[in-house]
């Protein structure tokens, strides 16, 4: 007999519903005092000694016994070579996924545009790419080629010259298709360094890991830790919490389709977050019936169990309007809309981090071949926050070029507004440009 799973039940019409559901989603990715602290001494170490530091800490919390950078550096040929190393369905299977995200992303490409006035002053923007980015994997057995394409092919799409990867390689326990996919996704140097001291050899730079002006990327609370503390130096992605999966159902999907949904975030790891949303009570009832049965088919089994045990809900709401308005409370990082006609629901969802239309629209296809990016803002973000792009590998210069009656009539406006605010230089910089 299968044992059910103790998945907590919310009913909307409940008077503390809300309440309840704040409770659910409630998610702080705080370091303690003590990890902020060995962060905050592996970022002063590497800004302070560079490389020396690297090697000491590669050493110590990786056991890789390095005497210098160079060993630690793989450039392209080796990136290749991991390509020839891997299996045919693998090296085709990154090869598809690779060319859909690049197609994808194609579209978001940003242009320069300008335009001109009637008294011949142009105005516009410049948009140009970083000149190096920076991306950091997990290493050892964490194997997420995924996130590579994902994080490295926006970059190229943006047309930055030099993408940089960190990986780590505990006990020197190097994982192919990983380097396969950066060497899919356009990645030019790999550094096998990882942790804070990672990221902060990015920021900064050192002898051997040039300074990037962005990092992006997934890691543990070490690195998220750092990436905190260098942000402003360089840019960063988003500190990411736990994966969540938001699925809204009619009750008319199979429900061994929907327990499946929800375990694909459930298994990533215990504070991980799936929950579903229905109208329908018995379909609940369904969907925690093949919960119980198919859970123990997992090899991650006890990781799903906790994460949908710890933070897992199953949601009844009174109709699909309101199932739409907890969505948005909710605002997840994925979002399936499994009901018999999704177009007739979009307009209503506003926040989310991608939204998965129909019945057969699997959140996995997107976190891997889809094409948009499955680098998602997550813990309600998405209120306010997008997914990865190529815009994030973009920068925006605004252009202003006055003609000489522009420059007049503009400095008029310039004058009264700098006077105002008690700004002499400001107001005669613009009167000495003004007709008389």
């Not at 992303?105 to 000149?131: C, F, I, M, N």
């Not at 977050?273 to 089994?301: G, W």
């Not at 007049?408 to 230089?425: D, N, P, Q």
Request: glycine content about 6%; hydrophobic content about 45%; charged content about 25%.
């Amino acid at each position: 007999m299968t044992a059910p799973v103790a998945i907590r039940r919310l009913n909307a019409a409940d008077p503390d519903f809300v309440r309840h559901l704040d409770h659910l989603l409630s998610w702080e990715s705080v370091s303690d005092d003590a990890v902020n602290q060995r962060v905050l001494d592996i970022i002063k170490a590497v800004r302070e000694r560079g490389d020396a530091a690297l090697l000491e800490f590669t050493q110590r919390f990786d056991g890789v016994e390095a005497q210098s950078m160079a060993e630690l550096i793989l450039h392209r040929e080796r990136l290749e070579l991991a390509l020839t190393r891997i299996s045919a369905e693998q090296r085709s299977a990154l090869e598809k996924a690779a060319e859909r995200v690049r197609l994808y992303h194609e579209r978001q490409k940003q242009g320069s545009w300008r335009y001109t006035e009637a008294d011949g002053t142009v105005l516009g923007q410049q948009v140009t790419p970083l000149d190096r980015a920076g991306l950091y994997v997990p290493g050892g057995k964490a194997a997420y080629p995924s996130s590579v394409l994902m994080n490295a092919i926006p970059a190229k799409v943006a047309g930055v010259p030099e993408v940089v990867m960190v990986v780590p390689t505990p006990r020197g326990e190097i994982n192919e298709i990983v380097l396969a996919a950066a060497c899919v996704a356009g990645v030019d140097r790999v550094f096998t360094i990882g942790g804070a001291q990672a990221v902060a050899a990015l920021a900064y730079g050192t002898e051997s890991v040039p300074r990037v002006d962005k990092i992006v990327g997934p890691g543990n609370i070490y690195v998220a830790t750092a990436k905190r503390h260098v942000f402003g130096q360089v840019g960063i992605d988003m500190i990411a919490g736990p994966s969540e999966i938001l699925v809204v159902c009619d009750g008319q999907t199979d429900p061994d389709w929907i327990a499946m949904d929800l375990f694909s975030q459930a298994e990533h790891d215990e504070d991980a977050q799936a929950i579903l949303v229905s109208p329908d009570a018995a379909f609940l009832d369904r969907v925690a019936e093949s919960m119980a049965r198919l859970l123990p088919t997992l090899e991650r089994e006890p990781i799903a169990r906790t994460s949908l045990e710890g933070r897992g809900a199953l949601i009844q709401v009174a109709d699909m309007e309101q199932a739409c308005e907890v969505a948005n409370r909710i605002a997840p990082e994925h979002l399936e809309l499994s009901v018999a006609d999704p177009e007739q629901w979009l307009p209503r969802i506003r926040h989310a981090g991608a939204i998965f239309m129909g019945r057969y629209t699997a959140e996995a296809l997107g976190d891997y071949c889809a094409g948009p990016n499955h680098v998602l803002p997550t813990s309600g973000t998405a209120r306010f926050s997008s997914p990865l792009g190529v815009y994030d590998f973009q920068k925006r210069s605004s252009i202003i070029h006055c003609s000489a009656d522009g420059a007049s009539e503009l400095g008029k406006v310039a004058s009264v507004l700098a006077r105002s605010e008690f700004l002499t230089a400001h107001a005669r910089s613009a009167e000495y440009r003004i007709k008389n």
